[in-house]
């Protein structure tokens, strides 16, 4: 729906946030010159679909620092604005590589997928015991531990994907059909590695996963980047597998038991995990390559509090260049993120051009993240190695693909009852004459797919622009992560305006008053604050 009247011009009133005097702030001046030349630039075969340690890197982070500089930014990290991402790139070699779990043997792509983070050229399991952990959750405050009264040492566990409350649909489950991080892949990985599990195989279900086999066969049989640690990633469990559906069903049966009953079962507080008592053997062969990406910032040094900082951030990657049917397809990725890295770019010389009481007195960093797309790994790098200590960060916002059509009268919140940000975000769209819609598909888990959410866990609050596709229905279906994604000159931009006047009275408000915003709800990140102190 097109937006019939809507205000560019951001009254940018702050009552009821603690300041004193009340200031106003001059209008969002979006410069569509300079943003179409951004997106334009980045999104070029020249930079060949930026994707991590690649020629299209080098262009896109001299792109980068070259335009920080010129309007004014400092940088961030000491004298550079450039921070080094230690990365290691995996690449599987032994593609005829077998699942053996009892007596039967499947089949690499087909039947499961299997792949480290563990910086090691071979990974082995063998003889190990197979368990059943349910969802493979350990969460205190919805009084939930699929992992008591076992010991997963050493051993193969099978989980199921999402989690309870989207497989009861029950809101007092959990949250009901919106994911929460228990639900989350990443999650039950992080998770079996603390409980020291050798391997971890997720029973692959399209409706719960948000996406079919194929997502999963592309991610596990391909080369993959991972941040690199002190101890070269070793604390991660070794085996990080899918298998499909009809695999646990065997599975399962060979030991006696009728999976897609037991998988109910799961499904309720006090569940036991169950040894399937047969072992797992498989062996993962990798070539490591090591480098370095980077992340780009700068600094806009606030007035009165210039140690407190706000951060806004897009990030820069893409998914590079390959080989399709003989021919070169570059992954240009114009709307994600060309469209987001442009954005902050366009903030950032909004907000340096503020003088008098305009200016911030928080700092505020305009970032740009490396890696998003293979893991949140420059983000990740980012939260646990900040320039200043994360207790100082007041919120970080995250711009995700923005809406390069009309305006619309809506802006979409991702999770719910999350933080205080909300608020923030539901008084400037009121100011614009827009209502705040819900995340139109919560099962999906996107608030903990961006880069936001390496902060979160680090106990920084933020907030998620994402409106891929709001006015182009071809996007998704035809244009998202594929060759399609181009700069098109007939986009309107309205959207990409009314958003980012949207996002310059967020970042308004907090680098004029003296919040820090607060988590609503009970969770590992809002204990994690706490231990900073806010």
């Keep these: 729906m097109k937006e019939k009247s809507v205000k560019y011009c951001s009254l940018l009133g702050v009552a009821g946030l603690m300041l004193a005097p009340m200031l106003s702030a001059a209008p969002y001046q979006f410069n569509e010159s300079a943003y179409r030349q951004d997106v334009k630039t980045l999104a070029s075969d020249q930079f060949e679909g930026r994707a991590p340690l690649s020629k299209g890197e080098l262009l896109t982070v001299t792109y980068l620092e070259k335009t920080m500089k010129e309007i004014g930014l400092a940088p961030a990290f000491g004298k550079s604005y450039l921070q080094k991402v230690p990365m290691a790139k995996i690449t599987p070699t032994n593609p005829d590589m077998q699942l053996r779990i009892g007596d039967m043997t499947f089949k690499l792509a087909d039947d499961f997928i299997a792949r480290t983070e563990q910086i090691t050229k071979q990974v082995d399991v063998k003889d190990s015991e197979v368990v059943f952990v349910g969802y493979g959750i350990n969460a205190p405050e919805y009084g939930w531990n699929d992992y008591a009264g076992i010991d997963v040492k050493g051993k193969t566990v099978i989980v199921l994907v999402n989690d309870p409350g989207f497989a009861t649909q029950d809101p007092n489950v959990f949250k009901g059909n919106a994911m929460t991080y228990y639900g989350r892949w990443t999650y039950k990985y992080e998770e079996a590695a603390r409980q020291g599990a050798k391997a971890v195989f997720i029973v692959h279900e399209t409706a719960p996963a948000a996406y079919g086999w194929n997502v999963v066969r592309a991610g596990g049989t391909s080369t993959r980047y991972t941040l690199v640690d ?94 399709v049917d003989g021919k070169e397809v570059i992954y240009n990725g114009a709307v994600d993120n060309a469209s987001g890295v442009a954005g902050v770019l366009d903030l950032a010389r909004n907000f340096k051009a503020l003088a008098g009481e305009d200016a911030p007195e928080r700092s505020v960093l305009f970032a740009s993240f490396t890696a998003e797309e293979t893991g949140l790994i420059g983000a990740q790098y980012f939260a646990e190695n900040p320039p200043v200590p994360t207790k100082q960060i007041v919120s970080l916002l995250n711009i995700d693909g923005m809406n390069m059509g009309q305006g619309v009268d809506y802006i979409l919140r991702y999770g719910d009852g999350v933080s205080e940000l909300e608020k923030y975000m539901a008084d400037a769209a009121k100011k614009q004459g827009r209502h705040v819609n819900p995340d139109p598909r919560p099962q999906n888990g996107l608030m903990f797919r961006s880069d936001h959410f390496a902060l979160a866990k680090e106990g920084v609050p933020g907030l998620l622009f994402m409106s891929l596709g709001d006015t182009d229905p071809d996007y998704i279906p035809h244009k998202y992560h594929q060759g399609a994604d181009d700069y098109e000159a007939g986009w309107k931009l309205e959207g990409v305006h009314q958003d980012l006047d949207l996002i310059s009275d967020v970042i308004y408000k907090l680098s004029h008053n003296r919040d820090w915003p607060k988590w609503l709800e009970e969770s590992d990140f809002k204990k994690r604050r706490a231990q900073d102190g806010r």
Excluded: C
């Design 230 to 323: 002190k101890n070269d990633n070793m604390s991660k469990v070794g085996i990080m597998g899918w298998i499909q559906h009809d695999v646990a069903q065997k599975v399962f049966a060979k030991a006696g038991i009728d999976f897609d009953q037991i998988k109910h079962t799961a499904e309720k507080p006090g569940f036991k995990a169950m040894p399937l008592h047969m072992t797992a053997n498989l062996t993962l062969k990798n070539h490591i390559e090591r480098a370095e990406s980077h992340n780009v910032a700068g600094l806009l040094r606030g007035t009165k509090y210039p140690d407190e900082w706000i951060v806004m951030q897009a990030h820069w990657d893409h998914l590079g260049k390959e080989m």
